[in-house]
């Protein structure tokens, strides 16, 4: 499972790594096989809401990283789809 982390100015970084922590320790744990993850934004450093400044290694225009973030919704979407169990029945309809 390959994984974007989308950083953006004025993030609250606090909140993030709780996210983060938890996340990639599926990758860690082998809960899921070949995880990665990367950071992105839309421009090379970004600074949080105390003053850190984050340097990105993904950088994409703003239309090109409006799309990937779609992109990587919807595959997170079928990601999440498949593990849902059969005794749910139909899987639910995103609009």
Not at 11 to 32: H, N, V, Y
Not at 51 to 70: D, N, T
Request: proline share 3%.
């Amino acid at each position: 499972m390959k994984m974007a982390f989308v950083l953006f100015d004025g993030m609250t970084t606090l909140d993030f790594a709780g996210f983060f922590e938890a996340i990639t320790w599926m990758g860690i744990l082998g809960a899921k096989e070949n995880v990665t993850w990367d950071f992105c934004s839309n421009k090379e450093e970004i600074t949080d809401d105390r003053g850190l400044i984050v340097k990105i290694k993904h950088v994409y225009p703003i239309y090109r990283f409006m799309i990937s973030c779609l992109y990587l919704a919807d595959l997170q979407r079928e990601a999440l789809d498949s593990t849902l169990p059969s005794s749910l029945g139909s899987k639910p309809q995103v609009m």
